[in-house]
T-cell receptor
């Protein structure tokens, strides 16, 4: 257990509404990541963070923004949700001193109607 | 685009048999990792092999890496029903400067082990 909590775990929303997913870690690790998982695509990186206020885009960042104002929290925001953003979203961390493996949260399932 | 491509997409075997999954990737890498995902759960790290390693073992898992062919295989020996899950390879690229630990995942292999 890497002390990662994602919230909400399930959310149904309507097209055009804003949505924020939260990833909270208890171990103060520097690197955090947001991935989305869709059938036929595996996991794709949305955004990542390498420190407080240090974030960058991943492979599929269009339509998403992130913020990291505290080490322990990494927020993913969909400013105006679209049906194509229906997905399962996973947060992950990389532990300091680890060889490179990531530790994942349990996922947030988002449905955009 | 996906860095890792896995095959087969699905594999069905009987308990006690061995399961082999393959992964191919495109760019040069620092390491290649394998993850497991049970239905409805997050991914769990299984094993990591560095680019200068050719083979690694962990319990019933054996991973090989061929950097000249940009490919890897995961062998699960003496499979159990509890091994039923999706398995993903992931690569940390060393192209383009600092990786920041970012991983690129394949599409996964769904393994079903029948009791």
């Amino acid at each position: 257990d890497a002390g990662i909590t994602q919230s909400p775990r399930h959310k149904v929303t309507e097209t055009g509404t804003p949505v924020t997913l939260r990833c909270h870690q208890t171990e103060n690790h520097r690197y955090m990541y947001w991935y989305r998982q869709d059938p036929g695509h595996g996991l794709r990186l949305i955004h990542y963070s390498y420190g407080v206020k240090d974030t960058d885009k991943g492979e599929v960042s269009d339509g998403y923004s992130v913020s990291r104002s505290k080490t322990e929290d990494f927020l993913l925001t969909l400013e105006s949700a679209t049906s194509s953003q229906t997905s399962v979203y996973f947060c992950a961390i990389r532990r300091q001193g680890a060889t490179g493996e990531l530790f994942f949260g349990e996922g947030s399932r988002l449905t955009v109607l | 685009s996906q860095q890792g491509e896995e095959d087969p997409q699905a594999l069905s075997i009987q308990e006690g048999e061995n399961a082999t999954m393959n992964c191919s990737y495109k760019t040069s890498i620092n390491n290649l990792q394998w993850y497991r995902q049970n239905s409805g759960r997050g991914l769990v790290h299984l094993i990591l092999i560095r680019s200068n390693e050719r083979e690694k073992h962990s319990g019933r898992l054996r991973v090989t890496l061929d950097t000249s062919k940009k490919s890897s295989s995961l062998l699960i020996t003496a499979s159990r029903a509890a091994d039923t899950a999706s398995y993903f390879c992931a690569t940390e690229s060393n192209a383009g400067g600092t990786s920041y630990g970012k991983l690129t995942f394949g599409q996964g292999t769904i393994l079903t082990v029948h009791p």
